[in-house]
């Protein structure tokens, strides 16, 4: 969803580590489709691992190697589902709020049922 003259951040790293962004005409390009693609990877893999994260948690003992492992594993994860969050986040839309005058932060919508 990439709105002419905005580039989207993508959640990985190029080389040596410097963030990577894609500047595309629609959010129906193909590199879009496939930045969609790897970022629905990412959060899959998360789930995977906590879902065996929970497991290993549940037993009555746990080997250090195991929770250490464990461990680095989760913190993959959510590094990479805070990526995808981020890249997200970059793409909503700010919503019109009505009479916000553009300086500082857009208030929210007031509560309605």
């Known amino acids: 969803m990439t709105h002419h003259g905005e580039l989207?951040?993508?959640?990985w790293s190029g080389p040596e580590g410097k963030p990577c962004f894609l500047s595309?005409?629609?959010s129906h390009s193909r590199l879009s489709r496939l930045a969609d693609g790897l970022e629905a990877t990412c959060l899959d893999l998360a789930a995977e691992v906590l879902d065996h994260a929970s497991e290993?948690?549940?037993r009555t003992e746990v080997a250090p190697v195991d929770l250490r492992t464990l461990s680095t594993d989760l913190a993959e994860a959510l590094r990479q589902a805070l990526?995808?969050?981020e890249s997200r986040g970059h793409r909503l839309s700010v919503p019109d709020v009505?009479?916000?005058?553009?300086?500082g932060p857009v208030?929210?919508?007031?509560f309605r049922r």
């Open 107 to 110: 208030p929210p919508a007031p």
């Open 98 to 103: 009505g009479s916000h005058t553009g300086e």
């Open 8 to 11: 989207r951040f993508l959640p």
């Open 24 to 26: 595309t005409d629609g």
């Open 56 to 58: 290993v948690l549940s």
């Open 83 to 85: 990526c995808v969050a």
